[in-house]
């Protein structure tokens, strides 16, 4: 069975990936807002802040993501780093 008999994922489809994308984002603001309720004791001043740990969570994935493009720059080969040389084929013992 292949083609149109086949059902699709669930969580493939576009409507639940736009409603789960939203859902997320809501979560995201109601545990943001979550902190006008909560009282927040931090060690230092600024983790006392509102909304601290949300805005240093997503400085933080930044600051990881950048680097590991940065990190790739250095570290990446060329497409075709793997294959021999000579037109061949077969095996590289050989």
């Not at 292949?2 to 409603?19: S, V």
């Not at 740990?53 to 990881?64: D, H, N, Q, T, V």
Request: charged residues 20%.
């Amino acid at each position: 069975m292949t083609g149109k008999d086949e059902q699709e994922h669930w969580l493939a489809r576009p409507a639940t990936i736009k409603r789960l994308w939203w859902g997320f984002a809501v979560l995201l603001v109601i545990t943001v807002l979550a902190q006008l309720i909560v009282h927040v004791k931090g060690y230092f001043v600024v983790d006392g802040w509102f909304g601290f740990g949300a805005s240093y969570g997503f400085l933080a994935c930044l600051a990881m993501v950048l680097f590991a493009k940065g990190i790739g720059f250095f570290l990446k080969r060329k497409e075709r780093y793997y294959e021999r040389d000579d037109d061949t084929g077969g095996d590289a013992n050989a």
